[in-house]
């Protein structure tokens, strides 16, 4: 998402991408960063990039776009990197990462938003635009004046952007779909698009979504659509080509953000006395995943109603049509 927002961005501002991963910093200066379009075409942008924060220029905003687990890192770069008025703007996946960020910089300075771009890392410095979405930022009357520059750049940039009063549905809502399809196509190490295509990933992708949907009523938060199994299915669909970013990070061997979706629908589940058992086992796979490199090892480990469905998987996920990824 980095590579994403900073290669079409750049035409029309100062862009600087901080981050720790030197091949892909070193691409972004040289040759630059190459964008594949939706088109299927491709442009590259030369993008300054740095991992020392004391070669960035002091900025208005810092778009933080990494996974949960870096967020206190990033948190703390960008707080040396904004002026005394900049502002931090989150579009990570999941919950708990704006609570992280003000905790650094405080909380008057810190914006929530939430992206529904879709975007696939193919390499060092070559990003590929999976997924045309919308982004949404939480506005105050502090910062409403300072964000309505953003949105104006992201205008420029040709990004579907608006500023809204309240952001807690967005983010459930995205919440939903993310922990419909995420843990899945980790697991599966599958595209978006098989999810819909196989009758047990579909329903067990379903029935994820909805348990956030329930955890979401006990709160007293209100989705932005009406079915959270029906949204899983249609992005997962119209995303059916993309390889969700927890995928990728499974594949690469990289700590995913499983406590940030999973985890959080679980904490919050106990919170609002709402049962959540598939999250709750697709946290505990993913983090066996991680562990051990095998999760089908630990499916005999689930409790109650799960073991059963979660073996069907792993059988499924051992034949030739469960290891496609198309």
Known sequence: MGSLFAALLSPHADIVMLGSWAAGLQAAGHPGLTLQHLDGSESRRIVAATADVR???????????????????????????????????????????????????????????????????????????????????????????????????????????????DAQSLIWGKLAINAGINPLTALLQVQNGYLTRNRLALDIMSRAANEVAAVAVGLGILLPYENAASQAIAVATATSENRSSMAQDIARGMPTEIEQICG???????????????????????????????????????????????????????????????
């Open 55 to 165: 070669d960035v220029v002091p900025c208005e905003y810092a778009l933080i776009v990494v996974k949960g687990w870096q967020t206190n890192r990033a948190a703390v770069l960008a707080k040396d990197a904004l002026t005394t008025s900049g502002l931090a703007i989150t579009l990570q996946n999941g919950l708990g990462n704006l609570e992280s960020i003000a905790g650094v910089i405080g909380a008057e300075r810190v914006v929530q938003g939430v992206t529904s771009e879709g975007a696939t890392l193919l390499g060092p410095g070559h990003v590929r635009h999976a997924g045309r979405g919308h982004t949404h930022l939480a506005a105050n009357k502090n910062n409403r004046r300072q964000l309505e520059g953003m949105m104006a750049l992201f205008g420029k940039a040709g990004l579907l952007a608006s500023l809204v009063d």
């Open 264 to 326: 959080e629908v679980v904490r919050h589940g106990r919170l609002a006395t709402v049962l959540t058992p598939l999250n709750e086992a697709l946290l505990h796979l993913v983090k066996a995943q991680v562990r051990q490199g095998e999760w089908r090892d630990a499916v005999e480990e689930l409790e109650g109603d799960m073991r059963p469905i979660f073996r069907q998987l792993s059988a499924m996920g051992s034949t030739n049509e469960g290891n496609r990824s198309d």
